[in-house]
């Protein structure tokens, strides 16, 4: 059996019961995309059952309610937060008890101080900001020092920006990396992460040569448990980030959406040289960062509708022993004034020979119900937190 569950990264479907101690209340992904461009065209992911997540008593204009070909149903994020690490840690059984720190008015002396005494040079910046705004803003006064950006978001991360002419990659890893030393214990941001841009005043522009530095799990996840029980762990796009690079065998970057689902199909095509056992994980960046953080619905739409048509490409590749599942992390509702997260609930469709058909879930009280879902499909010796729902789903294996 081989699971292969990419994660939608921001695609959320509907506020959370405490989304208003978050700020996010009536935020929707979803379904305010769909009224935002008129009706979303999404024929793949409507027969896998999406139109029957929708948020009540509102449809998502254009994808009705269809009985399942697998099984679908909604996740609730149990961990206080909305961000990445949360999300993709929760997916694979850790619930955090506390959210991870944030900065929304810039980082304390004791982590400026030994940051700048140690990476040799002042900062700039030192503020919660979007990161093309600041390199706008601050870009050409770093041309003239050197002196790197350093800035947050709403999330909880650390992020240096450093034009690439002016300081060489190696060494705003090597920043990141002082960073990552600094930023423990009470400060233990989830990532800090290197952010270098290219470009002259006025038209500067960020690289693909982003690198993140995260926070390791506390305690085993779900990759981890598949590693134990000699199961490979393919891990696409920026999964290998998040879990700093723990129980996974192989880890392919990627770049945009396009790249991850061509790396996804890479790999489900190779099966001479995959074992029986396998998962592989993707994350699908570009709802997320070019579309959510932008307030930018139309181009948010468009993405969904280019993955919906890659979908049936996915499909086309799976075998008799394929289990795909679709989800997401966490929400980004282009549609509201903030330019950040927002606290939703997120759509899980699962589809495969293996499951049943016709299958329409009860809102799980957490992600961590799917990681453990996923394991028992495995045949995992699994410790991590979730309640499993594989008898809900699976009809033979």
């Known amino acids: 059996m081989r699971v292969v569950l990419i994660v939608l990264d921001s695609v959320g479907i509907g506020a959370l019961p ?28 409507a027969a896998l059952g999406l139109g029957n997540l929708a948020h009540a008593p509102r449809a998502i204009p254009g994808v009705p309610p269809l009985p399942p070909a697998g099984a679908c149903g909604r996740l609730a994020v149990k961990s206080p937060g909305k961000d990445t690490t949360t999300g993709h840690w929760e997916l694979c059984g850790i619930i955090l008890e506390r959210p991870f720190p944030t900065y929304p008015e810039g980082f304390p002396p004791r982590v400026i101080q030994p940051f700048e005494r140690r ?14 705004e600041i390199i706008k803003e601050l870009g050409e006064e770093h041309l003239r ?13 650390f992020q240096i920006a450093c034009h690439e002419d002016v300081v060489p990659l190696e060494t705003l890893h090597d920043w990141c990396l002082i960073a990552r030393s600094i930023l423990q214990g009470e400060d233990a941001v989830s990532r800090v992460i290197a952010r270098p841009f290219i470009g002259s005043p006025g038209a500067f522009v960020r690289t693909a040569n982003r690198k993140d530095f995260s926070l390791a799990p506390p305690v085993p996840t779900l990759l981890d448990y598949c590693t134990d029980s000699k199961i490979a762990v393919t891990a696409i796009g920026k999964i290998e980030d998040i879990f700093a690079g723990r129980g996974i065998q192989k880890s392919i970057h990627t770049s945009n959406n396009k790249s991850g689902v061509e790396a996804i199909l890479r790999e489900m095509a190779c099966i001479e040289h995959t074992p029986a056992k396998g998962l592989i994980f993707a994350n699908l960046v570009d709802f997320d960062m070019l579309y959510g953080h932008r307030n930018d619905a139309g181009g948010f739409a468009r993405a ?40 939703e609930y997120v759509p899980m469709m699962m589809y495969g020979k ?8 009860k809102d799980r009280e957490s992600l961590a119900d799917l990681g453990a879902t996923v ?10 937190q979730g309640v499993s729902f594989f008898s809900e789903v699976v009809g033979s294996t």
């Not at 405490?18 to 992911?45: C, F, K, Q, W």
């Not at 020092?145 to 991360?157: E, K, L, N, Q």
């Open 18 to 45: 405490d989304a208003g101690l978050y700020g996010d209340e009536g935020s929707d992904t979803l379904g305010n995309i769909a009224r935002a461009v008129g009706t979303l065209h999404l024929p793949n992911m």
């Open 145 to 157: 020092t050197g002196r790197p950006i350093v800035y947050t978001s709403a999330d909880s991360v």
């Open 354 to 361: 293996a499951i049943k058909p016709g299958v329409i879930l």
């Open 375 to 384: 394991a028992e499909i495995l045949g995992v010796s699994y410790g991590g």
């Open 119 to 132: 990476a040799g040079r002042r900062v700039l910046g030192n503020r919660a900001a979007s990161g093309t």
């Open 304 to 343: 969904l509708e280019e993955f919906d048509r890659a979908l049936s490409k996915i499909k086309s590749a799976m075998d008799e022993r394929d289990i795909l599942v679709i989800t997401a992390d966490h929400g980004c509702d282009p549609t509201t004034p903030s330019t950040d997260h927002s606290r």
